[in-house]
């Protein structure tokens, strides 16, 4: 699994850290998603894809 971000598109709702935190972070000043491990083990795969799937903007693209 590979995960890629847009920040522009990112919209700074949570969702995905609150999923996968060991993946995902926000940025302080204004909440946009900061990835923290693009490929991450398979044990997290499921919490991804939910997070990348309720991503409101769209913001979270994951490849195999």
């Known amino acids: 699994m590979k995960i890629t971000v847009d920040q522009d598109k990112c ?3 949570g969702t995905c850290v609150l999923l996968a935190p060991d ?3 926000q940025r302080d ?3 946009i998603v900061v990835l ?3 490929e991450p083990p398979a044990a ?11 991503c409101p903007a ?3 693209a994951v490849s195999s």
Do not use: M, Q
Request: charged letters at 25%; hydrophobic letters at 55%.
């Open 11 to 13: 919209c700074g709702a």
């Open 23 to 25: 993946v995902f972070d």
């Open 29 to 31: 000043e204004d909440g």
């Open 36 to 38: 923290l491990d693009a």
């Open 44 to 54: 997290l795969h499921s919490l991804v894809e939910e997070a990348a799937s309720v």
């Open 58 to 60: 769209a913001a979270i």
